[in-house]
């Protein structure tokens, strides 16, 4: 098992560029999110999904969209990059009731 | 309010100490979990242990436990003999929700977090 997978480990947008972060497990994880993690503070929730064709807004979603098509995927749209969205990206998945959410490597992006 | 908290931003301990790194959370959720995630500089988020609101014992797993003292809402997580590879940041994190019948859906709350260094 891969786990979870991020592509790209590292990206650097220009204002108002678009982009897409890519999350993919193979656990046959339902529940999948992505947080952003910023310096000096810890994961920040940006939307989730409790299984495929169901999403969910987290604590901060402005600027970002998401959707699941698949169990496997659960990709993150930036749709006009802002230098606040300067972050490391988490994608974490796990299953329902199960103790533990397992993270992906990680994402950095920085937008100029 | 914040959900959870964690107080030391930074502790040096000397290897092979014991290690108490605190955390309180505040829900009015009677069903949740805790976690604590340890992230070293090359920047992972790895499960160390977790906690569920209705287990009657401490978690423990190997060199970690947690010190869950649910009426004073804290979950304090111990590593015994430290060792310099523990040198990380740890987070605390809640999901609250009913797990235990498969809810949950809304993700970890996470402090922000403490910078343990191990120092030989």
């Known amino acids: 098992n891969a786990g979870v997978t991020q592509t790209p480990k590292f990206q650097v947008l220009k204002t108002g560029q678009s982009m897409t972060l890519q999350c993919a497990q193979d656990m046959n994880h339902e529940y999948m999110s992505w947080y952003r993690q910023d310096p000096g503070m810890g994961l920040r929730l940006i939307h989730y999904?409790?299984?495929?064709?169901?999403?969910d807004q987290g604590e901060v979603p402005n600027g970002y969209n998401v959707s699941r098509s698949t169990t496997e995927d659960f990709p993150l749209r930036l749709l006009s990059a802002a230098p606040s969205q300067t972050s490391v990206y988490f994608c974490?998945?796990?299953?329902?009731?199960?103790?533990?959410?397992?993270f992906g490597p990680g994402t950095r992006l920085l937008v100029l | 309010a914040q959900k959870i908290t964690q107080t030391q931003p930074g502790m040096f301990v000397q290897e092979k100490e014991a290690v108490t790194l605190d955390c309180t959370y505040d829900t009015s959720d009677p069903s949740y979990g805790l976690f604590w995630y340890k992230q070293p500089s090359s920047g992972e988020m790895i499960f160390l242990i977790y906690q569920g609101s209705y287990d009657q014992q401490n978690a423990t797993e190997g060199r970690y436990s947690l010190n869950f003292q649910k009426a004073r809402k804290s979950a304090n997580l111990v590593i015994s003999a430290s060792q310099l590879g523990d040198s990380a940041m740890y987070f605390c994190a809640m999901r609250e929700a009913d797990m235990y019948s498969g809810g949950g859906a809304d993700g970890l709350t996470f402090g922000k977090g403490t910078h343990l260094i191990i120092q030989p």
């Open positions: 974490a998945s796990g299953s329902g009731g199960q103790e533990t959410q397992y």
């Open positions: 999904s409790v299984g495929a064709g169901i999403t």
